[in-house]
């Protein structure tokens, strides 16, 4: 069993409720974090102690407001049309930014007609670099591609997919172009993705609760709960293949380190749980780490391995990094 001790924290200037690392897929290693609470994110430099942080407030394209009525529900960082970018998905709508959050080039509704001034965005995932999905309240997905000139983004598609809130989208970018979405509900869908939109695979059973975070890996998605629990199932028949009871209160994030099959699961009960994804029935515990009276609200491995990975935690500054 390995030990996870702590290693650093990284300092932010205002409160976090969600938390993700700059496209480790890409770079191996991220360089930077991003944290958000409310309408405003912080770019937080992870190794670098000479790169300043950026505080980046969520306003429409184009506009100036006296002051920040917009609440961020989720960021990304990835690549569209061989282009490094960042992504926001608010109250909004979604917005792609440059990479470093500096300047907004697109930005869509993804507003449903009829639907009611409650509207967000939520669930956000870039297929084969090409197509940009963006989950709603609604439980609608949007498929978009941007245009060559920045303005508003092209809709390929936008499919009424669930029957509660978006809370989550993923893919593995593979050669397969799939997409997984999750809802309030606690229902899981697998989609492919093309240039005619998205073709249903998969409706995989609800476990009467939300499914609160997904992960597409090694033709298995991986799923927490709002119950504490982590579900792996079969891409090709849905099947349940392992089960985990590993947090006592709502998982708030998951993880998978690509290169060697670890999952990190965190949650409102103080944990941060690494795990090694298994081949048989049964998930291989790694690590526990208890951050005390804390409430966890995100977490993300910071490599591909595993070796290293942050935490956010409700009403703090701190990011705390741990490492092997």
């Not at 507003?111 to 870039?126: C, M, N, Q, T």
């Not at 197509?131 to 978009?144: A, E, H, Q």
């Not at 009871?245 to 060697?260: C, G, L, P, S």
Request: hydrophobic share 35%; net charge negative.
């Amino acid at each position: 069993m390995k030990d996870f001790a702590g290693n650093s924290s990284v300092a932010i200037d205002t409160t976090c409720n969600n938390l993700v690392a700059q496209d480790v897929r890409k770079y191996g290693t991220a360089a930077s974090i991003a944290v958000v609470h409310e309408g405003y994110i912080s770019i937080v430099p992870v190794y670098n102690p000479d790169q300043r942080s950026k505080y980046i407030p969520c306003i429409p394209m184009g506009t100036r407001p006296s002051r920040v009525t917009t609440s961020v529900m989720q960021v990304l960082w990835g690549t569209l049309r061989n282009k490094k970018v960042f992504v926001v998905a608010s109250t909004i709508g979604v917005q792609v930014f440059d990479e470093d959050g500096r300047d907004c080039h697109y930005e869509y509704s993804c507003l449903d007609s009829g639907e009611k001034i409650s509207h967000f965005a939520r669930g956000l995932s870039i297929v084969q670099e090409e197509y940009l999905c963006v989950g709603n309240s609604n439980g609608s997905i949007f498929v978009l591609e941007t245009p060559e000139v920045p303005g508003e983004l092209n809709l390929t598609e936008r499919k009424l997919a669930h029957k509660k809130a978006i809370t989550d989208l993923t893919t593995d970018n593979s050669s397969e172009s799939l997409l997984v979405s999750a809802d309030e509900s606690g229902s899981v869908v697998l989609w492919k993705v093309n240039c005619e939109g998205l073709l249903r695979l998969l409706d995989i059973e609800d476990y009467g609760f939300p499914c609160t975070s997904v992960k597409l890996w090694n033709n298995l998605i991986i799923a927490g709960y709002g119950s504490g629990h982590i579900r792996t199932f079969d891409t090709n028949t849905g099947r349940c293949r392992t089960e985990v009871a590993a947090h006592a209160r709502w998982i708030t994030a998951i993880d998978v380190a690509t290169e060697r099959g670890y999952v990190l699961s965190v949650g409102e009960d103080s944990f941060a749980k690494v795990w090694k994804i298994p081949s048989t029935e049964d998930f291989n515990h790694i690590s526990t780490t208890c951050v005390k009276d804390s409430l966890l609200v995100g977490g993300r491995f910071l490599n591909m391995w595993g070796s290293t990975f942050c935490v956010s935690i409700f009403d703090s500054r701190e990011v705390p990094c741990y490492s092997v």
